[in-house]
Every structure is written in C-alpha cells, then in structure tokens.
C-alpha cells in the first residue's frame, strides 16, 4: 500500500521563493505540492478548495499577511496546518505567528532538513487531529455545557520547586479517588514539560493543545476522543508532547477548559507547573484544595515559607492549602541529615496533612512501567499512606449537613475580590 503523500500549498508573494520551495519538496517522495499562491487571500481560497495538509506561507505579504490569513484558516480549516515563514526570526514574529495559530515557524530560507522534518511532524499532527474531528462530525453532538448544580471538586497538586514528587502525588491521588460510582480526571497542566503521560505510559492520540481549540464549544464525543483512558481507568488529558507545542495553548483558555471538564466528573486533579502565573493563580481560584508537595529539605522549607506567604495574600480559607510531606525518611529524621516533619510543622504553621514515606524502588517500579504505585501493595507504604490521604481528603470535602434554618436572616457573606491576580501582582 502506498504512502499517503502529504499535501502541500505554499503561500508567497515572492515567485522565486515558491520555485526554490516547490524544487526542494520535490526530492522528497512523501511531499506533494498541489498548489502554489502570490497573497494570503488567495491562499484562503485554495486552501478552502484543495483541502491541503499543511500551509506554508510567508508572514509579510502585501494584499493580505500571513498572520491576518492563518488566523481566518484556524476558524474555518481547523485541521489544516499552517507553518509561518519569514526572514525575520525574531520572537515576536514567533509569537504572534503561534496566537494566529500557526503549528510552526520557520526561518528563510529554511535549512532543507528542517524544513522537512517541520512538514512531516506537523502533517502527523494535523492528521491525528483530523481523525477526531471527522469521527466526531459522524455522531450527533451533546454540548457540554456547565452546570450549576453539579458538585466537582478540583484539587491542584503543586509544589514550587521541581523533583519533588508532585507528579507521582497527583497520578497516585487521582487513581485513589477513583471508586465505584467515582469519576475522576487527571489533567497534567505543566504544558512544557509535563511528565504525566510518561508516568502512566500513555500514547495519545491527542493533547491538551488540540482539546482547547474547540473549547467554546466542547461536547461530550470530541472530549471522549481526546481524553486517555490509563489501564486503571483514569481517565486523562496529558500536556503537550513537545515544550515548543506549549505556544498553542493560550493559558487563558486553560481555566474554562478545566471549568467545562468539571462537569463530567465528581474530582479534577490538576498536576500543576512550578511556575506561578495567571493561569495558575486563576486554577488555585477553582481548586477546592491545593496540595503543597514538600521533601524535608532546607531549599524546600524555604519554597514552602515563601508560597504560603504569597498565597496568603489571596485571603484563602485555612483548610484549602493542604501540607504534603514527601519522600520523608524516618531514619534520616532521626539522625538529623532530613528535616524533620515537626520543624517543617512550625515554620510553616501548619501541620502536614499526609506524610508520604520515601521509596524509591517501589516508586521507580511503577513509573518504569507506567503503573500507579497504589496499583499492588495498597498495604504497603508508600501505597498505604497515598490511599488514606485520598481518603482524608474525600471525607475533608464530603458535603457537610447544613444546620436547620432560622427565621432570623443572617446578612449575606461579603463576595470576593473580582480578582485575585491583580491583588496579587499590584500588591493589594
């Protein structure tokens, strides 16, 4: 059977370079040029009409730009790729070449080998997607909608430095949550490197960075498509499988990404960055509780002071930041090389809310083969101590029993800031 070639339509108002390119793909016997256009307003119309895989088109064009073009090409021929082009490589260029929602950027003239291998990374990209979009158009659409009486909690698993076991933390809490009735999402929010596919030996079809484009309107058939079911059945929406596909998230969009998935499950775990930005601050928002992962360590402690401070000034309640100790030691406790759970307990004024032994072996067992550490000895630490903090945490958020009404009307609770984030940046 032969190989699908992959499509090409080349964009540029110069005609030598549109001869330079169509001569270089030409060697190569899975490209096929299928046409060739002097403007972006020209490309839109054979684009529209030859349906091609990929678009690579030069951002500077004088009847319409590059820009301008990719933009009306992710709204109406959402499955096609663009790769911008320019001689300028500047960031800027780059980034707005990724808002207008290009896959890709190439500097002119473009190194033959690169540019190959840009063409044929980004076609399997735009096909993976192609095939859920075409499956999704043959069911009837359910719209997603939110809703307001549908009780989710979200918990955002964050530590602010890396190598701290938060990974491990958030896969291990999301398939504890999980029980019979249960449903639960694991969504893996460090968008550059996220490990949380690596961690439980996913292959996905599709990222987070493919879901978010269609997340004004999002229904139940594409989420399924996107969504990976781990051999637990957990179900999953990993990060970007490359740091650079990270530009064609807009972080803005993350917070109703995770507000309209909410509505399908009972928890949304969040496996969070290191970094604080708004996207985060805005997750923190949602979140029912925040873990703050910890090892006893003094660079942690130090992190640890300086998180709950900054948070602190968002005026949450006590009980939404929770203290997770990780890979403690009692041995090293005892002979003073780890700091010890109670010294963390007082510089941080606040008493740790699970304390996860160290493991390694059991823990590198699991991760080497995509399994959770819960999955066998579950009455063993580590596996012991992550299940009862799941546990802990689902009687924390078990509705309360309202007391009965009084004919005397309390005044309403003052509302909260409008934002946080301003707070937060301006300083009060």
């Not at 493991?359 to 080497?368: G, I, Q």
């Not at 630490?381 to 802990?392: E, G, K, N």
């Amino acid at each position: 059977m032969a190989e699908k070639k992959i499509r090409i339509l080349i964009v540029d108002d110069i005609p030598e370079a549109r001869e330079r390119l169509q001569k270089l793909l030409a060697f190569e016997s899975d490209f096929e040029v299928v046409g060739m256009a002097s403007g972006g307003r020209e490309g839109i119309a054979l684009a529209t009409e030859l349906q091609p895989d990929i678009v690579l088109m030069d951002i500077n064009m004088p009847d319409m730009d590059g820009i301008s073009a990719a933009t009306e090409l992710r709204r109406s021929l959402p499955t096609v790729g663009v790769i911008m082009m320019s001689v300028q490589g500047e960031a800027e260029y780059i980034r707005r070449a990724l808002q207008a929602g290009a896959r890709d950027f190439l500097t002119k003239p473009p190194p033959t080998e690169e540019l190959y291998a840009t063409l044929r990374r980004v076609a399997e990209d735009v096909r993976s997607m192609a095939v859920l979009v075409s499956s999704e158009d043959k069911r009837d659409k359910k719209k997603i909608e939110v809703e307001e009486d549908h009780q989710t909690h979200i918990i955002a698993v964050y530590s602010p430095q890396g190598g701290a076991g938060k990974t491990t933390i958030a896969t291990n809490l999301a398939a504890a949550l999980m029980r019979e009735g249960v449903r639960a999402l694991l969504v893996d929010c460090d968008l550059q490197f996220g490990d949380v596919g690596v961690f439980l030996n996913l292959k996905p079809q599709a990222t987070i960075a493919d879901l978010i484009r269609s997340v004004d309107d999002l229904d139940t058939d594409l989420v399924n498509g996107v969504l990976v079911t781990h051999d637990s059945g957990l179900r999953v929406l990993v990060a970007p499988l490359r740091p650079e596909d990270a530009n064609y998230v807009p972080t803005d969009k993350v917070p109703q990404l995770i507000e309209k998935l909410s509505s399908l499950f009972d928890y949304v775990v969040l496996d969070m960055s290191s970094r604080i930005d708004e996207m985060a601050l805005t997750l923190f928002d949602m979140a029912s509780r925040i873990l703050l992962v910890l090892n006893p360590t003094l660079p942690a402690l130090k992190n640890g002071v300086a998180t709950l401070t900054m948070l602190g000034s968002l005026q949450y309640p006590e009980e939404k930041i929770q203290l997770v100790l990780n890979r403690v030691t009692p041995d090293l406790e005892r002979s003073k090389v780890a700091i010890a759970v109670n010294i963390f307990e007082q510089r941080l004024r606040r008493k740790a809310f699970a304390v996860i032994p160290m493991d390694e072996k059991k823990v590198l067992f699991a991760v080497n083969r995509g399994i959770s550490v819960i999955a066998k000895d579950r009455n063993q630490s580590p596996a012991r101590d992550l299940i009862a903090m799941a546990d802990a945490l689902i009687e924390q958020l078990r509705p309360k029993q309202e007391p009965p009404a009084t004919s005397q009307q309390l005044p309403a609770p003052a509302k909260p800031p409008a934002s946080r984030l301003s707070r937060l940046f301006r300083g009060g």
